[in-house]
């Protein structure tokens, strides 16, 4: 029996005999028989789609990401904060090849974002789906490269459900992730792209992803090369809510990477400089921009948050007490 299929197995408890009611009316695997074809359709999913997984870096920032080429050209979607604050990105193929692409455009609302291949040729790449049609349940291959690129191995594979529709076309599943896997890609059973890894939650099986058919929408907007929206203002960001007063430029193998400070915000009265990383909030790890914004809105303004921060080669620990965006960005 496989590593795939043993771990299948535990999911004809966890969704099919005994399913929970969320799930009800979901897809279910009740035999040995099902779990076998599951499998065999994940790995259709899987071979069809990891050549077009790509490891996304920055030689300015160092920072490390994933993304997913989508065109013969060389067209690549990925998250807006994997690639925020730079202009141009190596992408490193799973076999280890290397091309060079540009930056087109970005909605940071939606965490989104296009980028082209520099170098002419014929690229792997992955067909395009429709996150509308997903439902609660419905299964979910996700990939990414976890850490950054790694020589030794593919891409590694999650496969998960659909938990929740959100706002704005996110969704979210519970497909296992880390720092490295965002902007990565995500695929329904059928092996067609239905979103963009977006931000990983607390125990990282509570993952967001932006969704495919918002991003349609956008397609010609970030073909031109617009970059529009902010990544503050996303469905958990509102006037009311928590703010440190940072610009998140990237992440790197260790945390977040810092841009711009806001002057007079939390984290300038903090001590918290440009070209600091946040390796955690609160003792949690953060490991990229949408991380670091769900821990924050566990906060409310006004209470102080403890930080660990990377300045250089020197690990500092500051507290900072948080404002209220409607404050501190004011009309």
């Given at each position: 029996m496989t590593h795939l299929t043993k771990y299948c197995t535990s999911l004809i408890g966890a969704f099919g005999v005994i399913m929970s009611p969320l799930l009800a009316g979901a897809p279910r695997v009740t035999s040995i028989a099902e779990l076998k074809d599951l499998q065999g359709e994940i790995q259709k999913v899987v071979r069809a789609a990891q050549p077009a997984c790509v490891a996304l870096t920055s030689n300015s920032t160092g920072s490390w990401g994933s993304g997913v080429v989508?065109?013969?050209?060389?067209?690549?979607?990925?998250?807006?904060?994997?690639?925020?604050?730079?202009?141009?990105?190596?992408?490193?193929?799973?076999?280890?090849?290397?091309?060079?692409?540009?930056?087109?455009?970005?909605?940071r609302t939606k965490d989104t974002a296009m980028l082209r291949i520099r170098e002419a040729d014929e690229y792997p790449y992955v067909e395009l789906g429709d996150s509308d049609q997903l439902e609660v349940g419905s299964f979910l291959v996700a990939m990414g490269h976890a850490g950054g690129y790694d020589a030794l191995r593919k891409p590694p594979v999650r496969f998960g459900r659909l938990v929740s529709k959100n706002v704005g076309g996110y969704f979210s599943s519970d497909c296992t992730l880390i720092g490295g896997d965002s902007g990565g890609p995500i695929f329904d059973i059928e092996g067609k792209l239905v979103g963009i890894n977006s931000s990983i939650g607390e125990d990282r099986k509570a993952n967001n992803h932006a969704g495919l058919s918002a991003l349609k929408a956008d397609w010609k907007r970030l073909e031109a090369g617009e970059t529009w929206g902010s990544l503050s203002s996303n469905q958990l960001a509102n006037n009311d809510s928590p703010i440190l007063g940072v610009t998140i430029v990237g992440?790197?193998?260790?945390?977040?990477?810092?841009?711009?400070?806001?002057?007079?915000?939390?984290?300038?009265?903090?001590?918290?400089?440009?070209?600091?990383?946040?390796?955690?909030?609160?003792?949690?790890?953060?490991?990229?921009?949408?991380?670091?914004l769900i821990e924050l809105n566990k906060f409310r303004p006004g209470q102080s948050v403890k930080l660990v921060i990377l300045r250089g080669s020197r690990v500092i620990e500051l507290e900072s007490t948080l404002a209220r965006r409607g404050d501190l960005y004011k009309q």
């Open positions: 989508v065109s013969e050209e060389g067209i690549i979607l990925t998250a807006a904060h994997v690639v925020q604050g730079v202009k141009e990105v190596v992408v490193i193929f799973p076999d280890g090849s290397e091309a060079s692409a540009e930056v087109l455009g970005a909605n992440v790197t193998r260790q945390g977040v990477l810092l841009g711009e400070i806001v002057p007079g915000g939390p984290a300038q009265r903090a001590g918290i400089k440009a070209r600091d990383v946040i390796l955690k909030v609160d003792g949690q790890q953060v490991s990229d921009g949408g991380q670091l």
